[in-house]
C-alpha cells in the first residue's frame, strides 16, 4: 500500500472538499456571527437550535454512513455530497424563516455527513499509509483551516465591498444584500470543487478495491467496538470538538467584549482560521516523528491553559496585544487536537478496511456537540451578556480540555508501543 500512495493532488482535492462542504453551514456562521444573528432575525439560543437540528440529523448519518464508506470509492461519495450541500446555497440565500433554517440545518446534516465524513476520513488514511498518518491528518486539517481562511477573507472582501452604507449604521436589507452575495458565491465555488473531485480524485485501481468490501457484517462491526482505541476516541473527539466549537464565539467575544465593528469582528475569525493551517502542518510533522498519541496529550494541556487565559477574566477591551495572543494559545491547542485524533487510529490498530465503520461509530458520540454545544454556549451568552456570559463559556472550554487531556493520556498509555 505504502509503495502505491496516492499523489499529491489527490490530498490537495481532499483538503478542497474537506473544508468546502462545511463553508455554507458552519465557516460563514463563524466568521460573520453577528451579521448572520442580524440579517436571519436570531438571538444566540436560535441559531444554537439550527445547529442542535444538524447534529441530530449528523448522528444517525454518523452511524449509518460510516459502513457505506467501506462499500463505494470515496471520489464518488465526495462529489454527490459537494453537489447536494452547493444547492442547500440557494435556500440559504433567501434568508428564510427560522423553521425552514432549521429544516436547511437538517439537510446539510445529511449531505455533509452521511455522505461525506467517513469517505473523507479513510481517504486520507489510505492516503498516509503506515508511516504518515500525523502528516495525512495534519495537512488535511491544516489545509482546510487554509481554504477556510481563503474562503473567510473573499466573503469579508465581498461583504465589505458591496455594503452601500457605513459598516457602522448598516441597515438590514443593506446587510442582505451583501450577504446573499457571499453566500451565493460559496456556493457556486463548492459546486465547482465537486465537479473537480468527480473527475481527478481518482485511487489506483488496486487500492480502491483493496479498501472496499462487498458487505458489511455485524461480526465485523463487533470487532471494532471491542478495540479500546475506539471508546477512547470517542471521548476524546467529543472534548476536543467541544472546544473547536467554542471557537465560533471569537468574532463575537470581539463585538461584545472589544467592541469591535462587524467587519473587524468577521477579520478576527478570519485571524482564527489562519492560525489552523500552521498548527496543522507543523503539528503533522512533529507527530510523525515522535508520537501522535503523545502530541494529542500535549494539544489538550495547551487548549486547557488557553481557556483559563479567557475565563480567568484578565481581558478587557484596551487589551488588544493580549487579547489576540489568548486566541493564539487557544487556537493552536483546539486545532493541534482536531488534527490528531483520527492520526492516532492506526497506532489504535484499527484495521484500514473497516475505517468507514470505526469513524461512524466514533462519531456517533464523538460529534454530539453539535447537538448540545450551540443552545448550551448560546444559553450562557444570552442569560449572562457581554464579558459574564463569554467567560462562563470558556470555563466550560477548560473542562472539557481536562476531560480530554485524561482520556489522551491513557490512549498514550495503552498504545505506547507500535503494533507489529
Avoid at 468527480?198 to 471491542?226: A, G, H, N, P
Avoid at 483546539?334 to 492516532?344: E, M, N, P, T
Wanted: aromatic share 16%.
Amino acid at each position: 500500500m505504502q509503495a502505491h500512495r496516492p499523489s499529491w493532488y489527490f490530498l490537495a482535492l481532499l483538503i478542497l472538499a474537506g473544508e468546502a462542504v462545511f463553508i455554507l453551514p458552519f465557516v460563514l456562521a463563524r466568521v460573520f456571527r453577528p451579521t448572520v444573528l442580524d440579517t436571519f432575525e436570531l438571538t444566540n439560543v436560535e441559531l444554537g437550535l439550527c445547529f442542535s437540528v444538524y447534529g441530530i440529523v449528523a448522528l444517525l448519518s454518523y452511524l449509518f454512513g460510516g459502513p457505506l464508506a467501506d462499500k463505494y470509492p470515496p471520489r464518488k461519495l465526495i462529489a454527490l455530497a459537494l453537489w447536494m450541500t452547493a444547492l442547500g446555497g440557494l435556500i440559504y440565500a433567501s434568508f428564510p424563516s427560522f423553521t425552514v433554517l432549521n429544516v436547511l440545518y437538517g439537510y446539510w446534516g445529511f449531505t455533509t455527513i452521511f455522505l461525506f465524513w467517513a469517505p473523507m476520513i479513510k481517504a486520507t488514511r489510505v492516503w498516509g499509509g503506515s508511516t504518515s498518518q500525523g502528516k495525512a491528518f495534519g495537512f488535511l486539517d491544516g489545509g482546510r483551516g487554509l481554504v477556510g481562511a481563503l474562503f473567510s477573507s473573499l466573503g469579508v472582501l465581498i461583504f465589505s465591498l458591496t455594503m452601500t452604507s457605513g459598516l457602522g449604521e448598516a441597515s438590514l436589507e443593506n446587510s442582505r444584500a451583501s450577504f446573499r452575495i457571499v453566500i451565493l458565491a460559496s456556493s457556486g465555488i463548492v459546486m465547482l470543487i465537486g465537479l473537480l473531485v468527480w473527475f481527478f480524485m481518482k485511487l489506483d485501481t488496486r487500492i480502491e478495491r483493496s479498501i472496499i468490501l462487498e458487505r458489511i457484517s455485524y461480526s465485523q462491526v463487533k470487532e471494532v467496538l471491542k478495540l479500546p482505541s475506539v471508546w477512547l476516541l470517542m471521548i476524546i473527539i467529543l472534548c476536543a470538538y467541544v472546544g473547536y466549537k467554542i471557537t465560533d464565539v471569537f468574532s463575537l467575544y470581539a463585538r461584545d467584549v472589544m467592541f469591535y465593528n462587524q467587519v473587524e469582528s468577521a477579520q478576527v475569525g478570519t485571524f482564527l482560521l489562519y492560525i489552523r493551517p500552521v498548527v496543522g502542518v507543523v503539528i503533522g510533522f512533529v507527530a510523525d516523528r515522535s508520537q501522535t498519541t503523545y502530541w494529542l496529550l500535549i494539544s489538550f494541556l495547551i487548549s486547557f491553559f488557553g481557556a483559563l487565559l479567557f475565563a480567568s477574566g484578565f481581558l478587557d477591551s484596551s487589551e488588544t496585544a493580549l487579547f489576540f495572543i489568548s486566541i493564539l494559545v487557544v487556537a493552536t491547542g483546539v486545532y493541534a487536537a482536531r488534527s490528531l485524533y483520527f492520526a492516532v487510529m492506526e497506532r489504535g490498530r484499527i484495521p484500514l478496511v473497516l475505517t468507514g465503520t470505526a469513524v461512524g461509530l466514533i462519531s456517533l458520540i464523538g460529534y454530539t456537540p453539535d447537538i448540545f454545544a450551540g443552545p448550551a454556549i448560546g444559553y450562557l451568552l444570552d442569560e449572562s451578556p457581554g464579558v459574564t456570559g463569554h467567560q462562563q463559556v470558556f470555563w466550560m472550554l477548560a473542562v472539557f480540555s481536562l476531560i480530554g487531556a485524561v482520556a489522551a493520556w491513557y490512549y498514550y498509555f495503552l498504545y505506547r508501543k507500535k503494533s507489529a
